[in-house]
RNA sequence: GGGACCAUAGGGUAGCUUGGUCGAUCCUUUGGGCUUUGGGAGCCUGAGACCCCGGUUCAAAUCCGGGUGGUCCCA
């Protein structure tokens, strides 16, 4: 009971903001999210809490995405041939493409690639599927992993060269403002699965020079880690005709004509889970939303030898009861002292936790504590379920209230270069300026203030802070040191 | 693409400069036992490592070469 408070020095150190790079790592190793000595570089394992956090998470996305589009699954392997075909995509990806060029020791005659990502793979098939403009619209999409071939340092979850978890829709249309509707409506999918996770996100069109290779344009959802740098965790792609008329992919139209139709996609991949565990975390390790952790509710049981036995019955039959409400809950009877389990769990980012010794079970009662807070409340056994679900709620409130406040205070305006020039020096933080949108003018201010432009955000309008023409649209243009 | 640094139990480290005292240090981890248990328990007793290949040498964790893996900086 005298503890010796001594800080463990091997466990993840604690000073999130000071050293990001640093807890993030040690934070996916010690709480089993990832683990990261596999042999092959760019390449991580998925442990089995981290595996139920992912499993979480997907499930959230998931029961969007099934409102109105279809789930499918394509093959790993691409053909030379059909990855060529779309000149202006290929060169987006070349550099980071893996070939399987062998079959057991014979050469393969036609070298096959790993999926960059899947516009080649799905679309010769589209083109075999589409008929007529009944047909249309389809909305499909596919969680599978992905393969880049990235020569800069890897990181997990971050960059990496496997993508274990990449979400990408695809959706196939008759006219233009189809598809046009299609990347709002998108938009508005994203926001509300960022919104379950209270990830705070800036929306932006990306410049022309930064856009999807193939795409007419794209939106992009860019958050803000704590080392103050943004991170693209999620994108939308408006591909306009341009895929349709490589693959072939037609409709027949009421009249009687054959038209090319027109294309979006979508995507989101494992950086929404690291994003969760970065923004969210907090020096005594994970903090997660209810909906996505692994055990909402942990159940600590306060032993003494006397009425050891009771306690533990009491916390087996709430364990039961919570189950029963459909709570994912654990009940930690191990034979280690209680103050450690509390440790463990609060790293592991256990929303709440159940508190029950001998003194609580003579009141009827349980104490709660709430990991984002760390506030304890004494409650009621009976009616335990309403009280816990309410904190939950509560929960992800404050969780995604705490986010957006953070962000928004990194966001700061420029009027000039040289004030953004200075912004730049701080090395963190988005930087907010207008400009005229034309790509030669965004290209100096990138030269200039030495930043890379985010992107476009469709409001506001005054003068460009570089050549002084009139900018219709307000530009935030977050500093992203990649 | 260019450069710097690093590699010792599951994790973090000492030792390397000046080869031998290393049967390799400390913390954590971990098996067994007793006493404990309202915020990381204590004692006893076990377990666990010099990245790989080659070289120099009577002798290599230590020096040299190559490989692999990792970290960071610059374009």
Same mark, same amino acid.
């Given at each position: 009971?005298?503890?010796?408070?001594?800080?463990?020095?091997?466990?993840?150190?604690?000073?999130? *903001?000071?050293? /990001?790079?640093?807890? /993030?790592?040690?934070?996916?190793?010690?709480?089993?999210?990832?683990?990261?000595?596999?042999?092959?570089?760019?390449?991580?394992?998925?442990?089995?809490?981290?595996?139920?956090? +992912?499993?979480?998470?997907?499930?959230?996305?998931? &029961?969007?995405?099934?409102?109105?589009?279809?789930?499918?699954?394509?093959?790993?392997?691409?053909?030379?041939?059909?990855?060529?075909?779309?000149?202006?995509?290929?060169?987006?990806?070349?550099?980071?493409?893996?070939?399987?060029?062998?079959?057991?020791?014979?050469?393969?005659?036609?070298? !096959?690639?790993? &999926?960059?990502?899947?516009?080649?793979?799905?679309?010769?098939?589209?083109?075999?599927?589409?008929?007529?403009?009944?047909?249309?619209?389809?909305?499909?999409?596919?969680?599978?992993?992905? /393969?880049?071939?990235?020569?800069?340092?890897?990181?997990?979850?971050?960059?990496?060269?496997?993508? #274990?978890?990449?979400?990408?829709?695809?959706?196939?249309?008759?006219?233009?403002?189809?598809?046009?509707?299609?990347?709002?409506?998108?938009? =508005?999918?994203?926001?509300?699965?960022?919104?379950?996770?209270?990830?705070?996100?800036?929306?932006?069109? &990306?410049?022309?020079?930064?856009?999807?290779?193939?795409?007419?344009?794209?939106?992009?959802?860019?958050? !803000?880690?704590?080392?103050?740098?943004? !991170?693209?965790?999620?994108?939308?792609?408006?591909?306009?005709?341009?895929?349709?008329?490589?693959?072939?992919?037609? /409709?027949?139209?009421? =009249?009687?004509?054959?038209?090319?139709?027109?294309?979006?996609?979508?995507?989101?991949?494992?950086?929404?889970?690291?994003?969760?565990?970065?923004?969210?975390?907090? %020096?005594?390790?994970?903090?997660?939303?209810?909906?996505?952790?692994?055990?909402?509710?942990?159940?600590?049981?306060?032993?003494?030898?006397?009425?050891?036995?009771?306690?533990?019955?009491?916390?087996?039959?709430?364990?039961? +009861?919570?189950?029963?409400?459909?709570?994912?809950?654990?009940?930690?009877?191990?034979?280690?002292?209680?103050?450690?389990?509390?440790?463990?769990?609060?790293? +592991?980012?256990?929303?709440?936790?159940?508190?029950?010794?001998?003194?609580?079970?003579?009141?009827?009662?349980?104490?709660?504590?709430?990991?984002? #807070?760390?506030?304890?409340?004494?409650?009621?056994?009976?009616?335990?379920?309403?009280? !816990?679900?309410?904190?939950?709620?509560?929960?992800?409130?404050?969780?995604?209230?705490?986010?957006?406040?953070?962000?928004?205070?990194?966001?700061?305006?420029?009027? #000039?270069?040289?004030?953004?020039?200075?912004?730049?020096?701080?090395?963190?933080?988005?930087?907010?300026? *207008?400009?005229?949108?034309?790509?030669?003018?965004?290209?100096?201010? %990138?030269?200039?203030?030495?930043?890379?432009?985010?992107?476009?955000?469709?409001?506001?309008?005054? #003068?460009?802070?570089?050549?002084?023409?009139?900018?219709?649209?307000?530009?935030?243009?977050?500093?992203?040191?990649?």
């Amino acid at each position: 009971m005298q503890k010796p408070i001594k800080k463990d020095p091997n466990r993840y150190h604690g000073e999130k *903001m000071t050293e /990001f790079s640093e807890w /993030f790592h040690n934070i996916l190793e010690e709480a089993e999210i990832i683990d990261q000595r596999y042999p092959v570089k760019g390449m991580h394992v998925w442990m089995p809490h981290g595996f139920m956090i +992912r499993k979480n998470t997907l499930k959230i996305l998931r &029961r969007i995405l099934d409102r109105d589009h279809e789930e499918v699954l394509f093959p790993l392997l691409v053909p030379e041939d059909e990855l060529a075909k779309e000149a202006i995509h290929v060169k987006g990806f070349e550099d980071e493409v893996y070939w399987v060029t062998h079959g057991g020791l014979s050469k393969l005659q036609r070298k !096959l690639a790993l &999926r960059p990502t899947s516009e080649t793979v799905m679309y010769p098939m589209f083109a075999l599927w589409v008929r007529s403009h009944t047909d249309l619209p389809m909305r499909f999409y596919q969680v599978v992993n992905t /393969f880049r071939y990235e020569t800069k340092h890897t990181r997990p979850l971050i960059r990496v060269r496997e993508i #274990t978890t990449f979400k990408e829709a695809h959706t196939i249309h008759a006219t233009a403002s189809e598809a046009e509707e299609q990347v709002e409506r998108a938009v =508005e999918i994203y926001k509300e699965f960022f919104n379950s996770l209270g990830i705070p996100y800036l929306i932006t069109r &990306r410049p022309p020079w930064d856009k999807f290779p193939g795409s007419e344009y794209t939106v992009a959802f860019d958050t !803000l880690m704590p080392d103050g740098k943004t !991170l693209q965790i999620g994108t939308v792609h408006n591909l306009g005709q341009t895929f349709a008329r490589t693959f072939e992919i037609k /409709f027949e139209t009421p =009249e009687g004509d054959h038209e090319y139709v027109h294309q979006t996609c979508y995507g989101l991949s494992d950086r929404v889970i690291a994003s969760v565990i970065a923004i969210h975390g907090d %020096e005594s390790g994970l903090c997660l939303p209810p909906d996505v952790a692994a055990h909402q509710v942990v159940i600590v049981p306060i032993i003494f030898k006397k009425a050891a036995e009771e306690v533990m019955e009491a916390c087996r039959e709430l364990r039961s +009861r919570l189950e029963a409400a459909g709570f994912r809950v654990h009940l930690d009877d191990r034979d280690i002292r209680a103050g450690r389990k509390y440790y463990e769990w609060e790293m +592991r980012g256990v929303p709440l936790r159940v508190e029950i010794g001998p003194r609580d079970l003579e009141k009827g009662a349980a104490v709660i504590s709430r990991r984002d #807070t760390g506030e304890k409340v004494t409650a009621d056994l009976q009616g335990i379920e309403e009280t !816990l679900r309410e904190l939950m709620k509560d929960i992800l409130e404050n969780l995604r209230t705490r986010a957006w406040e953070r962000m928004e205070s990194e966001i700061r305006e420029a009027e #000039t270069l040289e004030e953004a020039s200075r912004i730049v020096d701080e090395k963190r933080g988005i930087i907010s300026f *207008m400009w005229c949108g034309e790509e030669e003018c965004g290209m100096d201010v %990138e030269e200039k203030v030495r930043v890379d432009i985010l992107g476009i955000q469709e409001e506001g309008s005054g #003068t460009c802070i570089n050549c002084g023409r009139e900018a219709p649209t307000g530009l935030t243009l977050p500093e992203h040191i990649s």
